[in-house]
């Protein structure tokens, strides 16, 4: 059936090709912008059309967000070529995390209204924690953004933008749900101008949902507040501030057929479903950021941000040692603030040539403590232990862009980085852009990249139980480096109506920062691995024919890995093939469907030795459909309901090992969650 439904999509795509030059269709009274003439900020950091940008570019806005199925923004990018979205194991407080083209998550960089939202400790975004309800629009920008963005943008970076409030008009949406695993879901948002100049937006969510694995449970709340004050081109400034909060259970991979319930002092530790009942996370988390921008004069623009992270996890772990039995478990906490002042003006003194300069300061404090716990579980104030440290960044950089005529442009820059750790850094970045017809544009873009070395990789202190010398970390470590280049074809045809990319990259890592084991099997980080990968990818955006919007993409990604001696090998978890179709169906009675299928191929899951060129273990490919209805009734009401992975298509995700409670380890994984459905009522105004 799986095979059926993709057959059918594929073949109803090339149906509808030929008849679209006489569809005048338009959503909801609106006609869109041209796909090519679409704005985005993200990749030179001022207003750009798209056709005049040299990386390859996702944009979404709020009402692909509302016609989606997803249920995150990982979920919702996974529809796009480029972008794998991964999970551990789909239960609530699992990371979700962003690879670009093959590149692991710590070479994406995300941003919320400019603020990076990568941890530092781990250089990794968990966008699982960013509401949905909040946003307005998303932009991709795919390609080594680190002249602009610097450390952790080597892929790509996804920047996004929370609702703002409009002139003229109230926004007002509440929204509740209920569905499988006990899921349920309330929401509200509401924003306005309260004077000619001043407005806000003020989002809020709380959900909640079992999971589908004992100790899967989940509890989120987050709250958003954007204030901002426009009197045009003068003068533009607005706060935005978030805060999140929630906590889960940790299941872990699921162990082996036939494993049984294991109890430690009459506790039970794990069972045949979840390798831990007992283990939990928490986070905390808290932005605030700035912003002005200005353009006095035609030719000037200024932008200032000043931004304040604050991150704090919380880590308790239950286990069962039969080495040490006397030490059960830990209890701790890692907190990350960061400062960052940025600053840049874009000048452009004749049409045909502009540029930008800017530079930017980041302030990192660290601070992790831990506890052990006793017998029962409870913390043993004896064994605190504890460790911070400071790291701040300078980041200079200009970029220069010139049109010789109407339909060539090229574009330069450098950045200038300095690491209170490891030093500094140059990077380039070179593009050119040709646009020799209306609705074409080829795109050539390369640039250098870097990615410092986290917190967690200069810093977390060497577990040696009384063996090791006790060294913390690894502040000798060198930062990855490497370079990403793509040309990439975007064809508009048929009045708009049919949207083409289609791009090849290639990228490198070298120095890449692995955690080894030593001989105690204990782990440190070090400069082991570099990482290469080249692919293409094809999408494919049709309509509205008749109420219909059509989209297909295909991945291609070759990635591989070498370890220091020579052996090369797949890169771990990433897939060659991804493909994903869909499409969107409304008409004039205010009903919506959306209906997604994704497929993702196979991979390896793990390797036992660095010798190994072949997996020991393969995770399958797997394919997964989910299907959105919406029906509007008396223009404020809407009734949502959603299915995701209809088919309960049975996948993994990741593996890691297990020891069960005699201290045999067994290679197991990560399950995707099956089947689910969920029911929402809202109301808009």
Not at 198 to 206: E, I, N, S, V
Not at 450 to 463: I, V
């Amino acid at each position: 059936m799986k095979k059926s439904l993709s057959g059918f999509l594929s073949v109803l795509f090339l149906m509808m090709i030929p008849s679209l030059v006489f569809s005048e269709d338009v959503k909801d009274g609106i006609v869109s912008t041209p796909v090519l003439d679409e704005i985005v900020v993200s990749a030179t950091k001022t207003e750009e059309k798209r056709k005049d940008i040299a990386n390859s570019v996702i944009i979404m806005d709020k009402n692909d967000i509302q016609e989606s199925a997803a249920t995150s923004v990982g979920e919702l990018l996974a529809n796009e070529p480029g972008i794998d979205w991964r999970t551990y194991g789909d239960y609530g407080g699992a990371s979700q995390e962003i690879h670009i083209r093959g590149m692991g998550a710590e070479g994406t960089q995300v941003l919320v209204n400019g603020i990076v939202v990568n941890s530092p400790s781990l250089g990794i975004a968990d966008v699982g924690r960013i509401p949905l309800n909040s946003i307005e629009k998303i932009e991709v920008v795919k390609g080594s953004g680190s002249l602009l963005y610097g450390t952790s943008a080597m892929g790509g970076i996804v920047n996004i933008i929370t609702k703002r409030p409009k002139k003229d008009k109230m926004d007002l949406k509440v929204s509740a749900g209920y569905g499988s695993e006990n899921r349920y879901e309330i929401s509200a948002e509401q924003g306005m101008f309260i004077t000619d100049e001043f407005g806000y937006y003020l989002t809020a969510t709380k959900r909640d949902s079992d999971g589908f694995r004992e100790n899967a449970e989940s509890n989120h709340k987050d709250v958003s507040l954007n204030l901002v004050y426009d009197i045009g081109d003068i003068l533009g400034i607005s706060l935005y501030g978030d805060y999140i909060d929630r906590d889960f259970g940790r299941p872990g991979v699921e162990p082996s057929h036939g494993t049984s319930n294991f109890y430690y002092n009459g506790t039970k530790v794990y069972d045949e479903h979840s390798a831990s009942v007992l283990d939990e996370g928490a986070d905390e988390d808290a932005h605030l950021v700035l912003t002005m921008k200005s353009s006095p004069v035609k030719w000037l623009g200024i932008n200032l941000k000043g931004s304040y992270m604050n991150m704090e996890n919380y880590n308790y772990r239950r286990y069962y040692d039969s080495f040490l039995p006397g030490v059960p478990g830990d209890e701790s906490w890692t907190t990350n603030e960061v400062i960052q002042v940025e600053g840049n003006v874009d000048i452009q003194p004749i049409k045909s040539m502009k540029f930008l300069l800017g530079g930017e300061y980041k302030e990192y404090d660290w601070e992790n403590k831990k506890y052990d716990l006793t017998g029962s579980g409870i913390k043993d104030y004896t064994t605190k232990a504890k460790k911070d440290a400071n790291v701040y960044t300078n980041g200079l950089f200009a970029e220069a862009q010139y049109s010789p005529c109407s339909f060539i442009k090229v574009l330069a820059g450098v950045r200038h980085e300095e690491h209170s750790e490891f030093g500094t850094k140059d990077v380039p970045r070179y593009g050119i852009i040709v646009n020799p017809l209306e609705g074409t544009v080829f795109k050539f873009n390369y640039g250098k990249h870097f990615n410092a070395p986290t917190l967690n990789d200069l810093f977390f202190p060497y577990e040696d139980w009384g063996w090791g010398s006790g060294a913390e970390g690894n502040p000798n470590l060198k930062p990855e480096t490497g370079e990403h280049s793509d040309i990439t074809l975007e064809q508009s045809l048929l009045n708009d109506k049919v949207f083409i990319t289609a791009s090849y990259f290639k990228w490198d890592i070298n120095d890449k920062i692995r955690w080894a084991s030593d001989s105690f099997y204990f782990y440190r980080p070090e400069n082991l691995d570099s990482y290469k990968a080249k692919g293409c990818e094809i999408g494919a955006k049709v309509g509205p024919y008749y109420g219909i919007n059509l989209f297909f993409n295909y991945t291609y990604t070759d990635a591989e890995e070498e370890i220091a001696g020579g052996v090369k090998r797949k890169n771990l978890y990433t897939s060659d093939h991804f493909y994903k179709c869909g499409f969107t169906y409304w008409n004039d009675i205010g009903f919506t469907m959306t209906t997604t299928y994704r497929y993702v191929g196979d991979r390896p899951g793990y390797y036992r030795n660095d010798s190994d060129k072949h997996a020991e273990v393969n995770l399958a490919s797997y394919n997964t459909v989910d299907i959105k209805l919406e029906q509007r009734l008396f223009d404020n009401w809407v009734l949502s309901l959603q299915g995701n992975n209809l088919f309960d298509e049975e996948y993994d995700t990741y593996t890691s090992t297990f020891y069960n409670s005699v201290g045999t380890p067994s290679r197991d994984r990560y399950p995707g969650a099956g089947a689910s459905v969920f029911f929402s009522v809202g109301y808009e105004y």
